[in-house]
């Protein structure tokens, strides 16, 4: 793996560590301005959609964490192949509105440059 690579992976370990402790402002700081997360989701889930531009990924994580509480979520494998670093893992939720749970698991693509966050899908 290259010095970009690693730090690319590093990057992004953080970034799901900030996403376990709620450090929204960590998350966004390490985003381009014109960063576009994309949830590939059946629309009517809350955070599915396009969110482009760090204001709008705010919307993102406040109907994730209005919908749903997050509980585990694991990450079981960093990939990264020069700017991109594929993520896989594990998420446990519960439904804040019926307090149903659920489990899934998951894989999402970041796109990084120069350091920051360019896309996440």
Do not use: C
């Not at 990450?75 to 149903?100: C, E, I, P």
């Amino acid at each position: 793996m290259t010095t970009k690579e690693t730090d690319n992976t590093e990057r992004v370990a953080r970034i799901f560590e900030a996403f376990g402790r709620g450090d929204v402002a960590y998350i966004l700081d390490q985003l381009a301005d014109d960063v576009r997360f994309t949830s590939h989701l059946d629309p009517i889930v809350p955070w599915a959609g396009e969110f482009s531009g760090k204001e709008n990924v705010v919307s993102f994580f406040q109907a994730l964490g209005t919908a749903i509480e997050v509980g585990d979520h694991p990450v079981n494998a960093l990939v990264a192949q020069g700017d991109t670093v594929v993520a896989m893992g594990d998420v446990r939720f519960r439904v804040r509105t019926t307090g149903k749970t659920g489990s899934s698991s998951w894989v999402y693509v970041w796109k990084l440059a120069n350091g920051d966050v360019q896309s996440y899908d």
